[in-house]
Each structure stands twice: as structure tokens, then as C-alpha cells.
Nanobody
Framework: QVQLVESGGGLVQAGGSLRLSCAASRSILGFVVMGWYRQAPGKQRELVAEIISGGTINYVDSVKGRFTISRDHTKNTVDLQMNSLKPEDTAVYYC????????WGKGTLVTVSS
């Protein structure tokens, strides 16, 4: 069993920045994909950014140029640096890890005020 714990959410004004961090309970080297998803009120959960084991990174179009995903194998963390935040970025952000099975964290709330 793998635990994923997110941190770093909070309230920020539009144009501000936040850094989310996801800590895994085991080495992240074995994961095929690690990423961040978000779910806004009344909407479906969507992929925000992901890193595939070979190094490929994917972003949803709406965050390209503003968000950066990174991983640290020594700390077993995957971070999401979010800059130039917009009210439409308000959502619960979830960490995701896959290597056959799929694991989710419990989420961290990001609220961007206008």
C-alpha cells in the first residue's frame, strides 16, 4: 500500500503563487506516472500535470506556462509550482501515482480570490 500526502494548499489572491508538494510513503522510482489532478466544485476531476517515468511531462492547456511539475527521488516528492494563479484555478488538488495500480492522496484545497 502506498500513501500520498499533499501539502501547500491555501488561499491566495489572483496573480499569486503556491507550491504544492506530494510526499509518497515509498520510493517514487517505481511509479510509471506521477501527477496532479484537480476538481473544482461541480466539475469533473481533470489532469493538471504529470511526469511519465521516461521524463515526458504533460500539462493541461489552461496551465501551460504558469505551472511547473517536478519530482525529487531523494525526498520521494512530486511538487507543483503554480504561478500567476487565476480564480478558475480554485479546486481541490490531488496527487496521483500509477504503476499498474492507481493511488490518490486526499487532496489539498487551493482557493484563488479575485
Amino acid at each position: 500500500q502506498v500513501q500520498l500526502v499533499e501539502s501547500g494548499g491555501g488561499l491566495v489572491q489572483a496573480g499569486g503563487s503556491l507550491r504544492l508538494s506530494c510526499a509518497a510513503s515509498r520510493s517514487i522510482l517505481g511509479f510509471v506516472v506521477m501527477g496532479w489532478y484537480r476538481q473544482a466544485p461541480g466539475k469533473q476531476r481533470e489532469l493538471v500535470a504529470e511526469i511519465i517515468s521516461g521524463g515526458t511531462i504533460n500539462y493541461v492547456d489552461s496551465v501551460k506556462g504558469r505551472f511547473t511539475i517536478s519530482r525529487d527521488h531523494t525526498k520521494n516528492t512530486v511538487d507543483l509550482q503554480m504561478n500567476s494563479l487565476k480564480p478558475e484555478d480554485t479546486a481541490v488538488y490531488y496527487c496521483n501515482a500509477r504503476y499498474g495500480l492507481t493511488y490518490w492522496g486526499k487532496g489539498t484545497l487551493v482557493t484563488v480570490s479575485s
